[in-house]
């Protein structure tokens, strides 16, 4: 399939790339030092291993796509995935301004609202009564810390 | 302590009341997270590991092992009324649960389930109190070349995690030793892969991976779709929950079926509760009188496969306790877990900590007892978690997984890689990747590293010492057949594709 081949170039690609990145930070440690190997020894070894698999995965996946049928890949699902992982990714960057209760609350409307299209004041609720439920569970009753905001909670 | 003597002092220790407690915690929310499809038990563990740092571990893996069990109930509950597995083991479950469901015979198909689990999972612990205590004895004699030959055995059985692709699986463990090698070596105090952040200089916590590979990422790719599956009724009452007696006596070879081919499945790292389910129904169709009703719902095809995902369990233990070689996802947790209440795993485990392992194994009989009561009286209440709208469910577990992580180090910076990991688990899952390679890289990665040059510092060097030692070379032999394996395969298909041309 196409869009598997496409991603196997793609994600081979990365992986290659991490592997060269992981050879020539290696290369600067040592590699035997005079007790026995050094820092270099074992990361040098399986970078050159993620390089020489990441080609076979990449050589494997072009020799593929050259006589797979068009299959596309469903971006709709993929964006609501990254849309979902946007919002949280949102919501730890507002931790220390907002603080946790604030951001989850916020976090929670945004996933039943707008990303499920339930009710507005369904998902005020859901957000107020799940970030006073995670408020109480964990630093009131577990001791937990949360992390804390501007306005101190 | 012998193995009588090790069940008594192990029920002194899993009956006192806060054991008895957090055993009974366990297995209801690993009953609960076997019902929810798309949230399973190393998820669960994974996200709920940083709470138990507090806790006194025993108390602690008996309740993360009762996750563990309970899950296995659970699973088959969605298999069942959804013909939705609420978690991979419970896949074939689908084939005649839900078939008998659609015929009326719902409350039959899951009193069967939970009845086949009890019995296999009864078995299992057993046997994995008889077989560990004596394959620990043997590994005492194991020091740094053995121990390093054990490790890349362990890392070899990627081969039998990795799914579709074999290329991929090992990618993924490469990823996962270049996460367990960043931060300072202790060999030499060089830091490795910080990228000028002191936050890495410690590491990357396996809890942080764990939680966003595994709960981040499993419910982003949830998430791609809104719908949610139609659920068949539920029975009422304990008459309707409760096989017939036909029912009961069709199953009689599939209890004993799964008992034994899960345990001994599980007992190989790598080969998995999925596999054994499915293998003890291959078993139990070719033995049947009439294999051609199979997937009709017939009961022995509910009972094989269930009972076979439970024994699985007990098996799987048996490597993790005592050669700290973990066979799946949710033994790697465990055994990460193990690590971070500073215990060490391995062949010294039952006799350094006795109250644990025994301890372990008498809260699994009793937890197989309690998920017993709990499974089949109370699974319409259970099934009305399948009624929790998937909307707030979702940004429970994200809130859930950002405290876990938080409360580790109290560090914002971890709470970034979560998102990090979430993201690379998402991807992972999206692209074909099993996540499970990339765990057992990052678990076995250090411990193997620090062997690997331990022995080579006991031989100046000399790469001979690895092979030269009987033990360190059968199994570094072992683990080079492993991998060679697929070769096998792909060459036996090649011959018989050639076969079929000539002639």
Avoid at chain 1, 57 to 74: D, N
Avoid at chain 1, 113 to 140: H, T
Avoid at chain 2, 427 to 445: E, F, H, N, T
Wanted: aromatic fraction near 10%; hydrophobic fraction near 55%; charge should be neutral.
């Amino acid at each position: 399939m196409k869009s598997v081949a496409n991603g196997d170039v793609v994600s081979g690609g990365v992986l290659a790339g991490l592997g060269v990145f992981v050879v020539v930070q290696a290369s600067g440690w040592d590699y035997l030092a005079p007790e026995g190997p050094g820092p270099g020894f074992f990361p040098l070894w399986y970078g050159l291993a993620l390089i020489a698999l990441s080609l076979g995965l990449m050589i494997g996946a072009l020799r593929r796509r050259a006589a797979a049928p068009e299959h596309g890949v469903h971006w709709g699902e993929v964006g609501r995935a990254l849309f979902a992982w946007t919002a949280l990714t949102v919501a730890i960057g507002l931790l220390n301004v907002l603080g946790f209760v604030l951001s989850f609350a916020l976090l929670t409307f945004f996933i039943v609202s707008i990303m499920y299209r339930r009710p507005l004041g369904f998902g005020l609720a859901a957000g107020a009564v799940s970030a006073a439920a995670f408020y109480l569970i964990f630093p009131l009753a577990l001791n937990v810390a949360l992390p804390t905001g501007l306005f101190g909670f | 302590m012998d193995v009588l003597s090790g069940l008594i002092h192990g029920f002194s220790v899993a009956v006192a009341p806060v054991n008895l407690m957090w055993c009974f915690v366990g297995c209801f929310l690993g009953t609960v997270v076997g019902i929810m499809p798309g949230l399973g038990p190393a998820a669960t563990i994974a996200m709920l590991l940083p709470l138990t740092f507090k806790m006194d571990p025993t108390s602690a893996i008996i309740m993360l092992a009762g996750i563990y069990y309970g899950a296995k109930y659970g699973g088959s509950t969605t298999s069942i009324l959804l013909n939705v597995p609420g978690e991979s083991a419970s896949v074939v479950t689908c084939l005649d649960g839900y078939q008998m469901a659609r015929k009326g015979r719902a409350g039959a198909a899951l009193g069967i389930a939970a009845i086949a689990s009890f019995i296999a999972g009864t078995v299992g612990v057993i046997a994995l109190m008889l077989i560990s205590p004596p394959l620990a004895k043997v590994a005492l004699s194991f020091s740094s070349p053995e121990y390093f030959a054990l490790m890349a055995l362990g890392l070899a059985m990627v081969v039998l995690l990795a799914g579709k692709s074999l290329v991929k699986a090992l990618l993924a463990m490469l990823v996962g030793l270049w996460i367990a090698s960043m931060g300072t070596d202790l060999f030499t105090a060089t830091s490795r892969f910080t990228f000028g952040h002191s936050e890495l200089l410690d590491g990357v916590d396996f809890v942080i991976v764990a939680i966003g590979v595994f709960a981040v990422g499993e419910v982003l790719g949830n998430m791609e779709q809104r719908e949610a599956s139609q659920m068949l009724p539920v029975p009422k009452g304990l008459r309707n929950l409760l096989p017939t007696m036909e029912e009961l006596k069709a199953c009689r070879f599939a209890f004993l079926n799964g008992s034994i081919v899960g345990f001994l499945i599980g007992v190989l790292p790598g080969a998995g509760s999925t596999i054994a389910s499915f293998i003890s129904y291959g078993i139990e169709k070719a033995v049947s009188k009439h294999p051609e009703k199979f997937g009709t719902g017939v009961p022995e095809g509910v009972a094989a496969p269930e009972g076979a995902n439970n024994s699985e369990t007990g098996g799987a233990l048996v490597p993790m306790l005592t050669l700290g070689i973990p066979g799946s996802s949710t033994t790697a947790i465990l055994l990460a877990a193990l690590i971070l209440w500073g215990l060490k795993p391995g062949p010294l485990m039952i006799q350094d900590n006795p109250n644990l392992f025994w301890g372990l194994v008498a809260s699994m009989y009793v937890g197989n007892v309690m998920l017993l009561v709990l499974n089949i009286p109370l699974i319409p209440l259970f099934a009305q978690i399948l009624r929790l709208p998937v909307e707030l469910l979702y940004p429970i577990i994200f809130g859930i997984s950002m405290v876990g992580v938080y409360s580790v180090s109290g560090s914002l910076f971890d709470v970034w890689m979560l998102s990090a990991f979430g993201l690379l688990g998402y991807l992972m899952r999206k692209l074909d990747y099993p996540s499970a390679p990339l765990i057992l890289g990052l678990v076995l990665g250090d411990s193997m590293e620090r062997a690997l040059r331990q022995s080579l510092m006991m031989s100046q060097g000399e790469l001979g010492i690895l092979v030269s030692r009987p033990i360190s070379a059968v199994m570094l032999g072992l683990a080079v057949l492993i991998l060679l394996l697929p070769l096998f395969r792909k060459a036996n298909a090649w011959r018989v594709r050639a076969l079929e041309e000539n002639g």
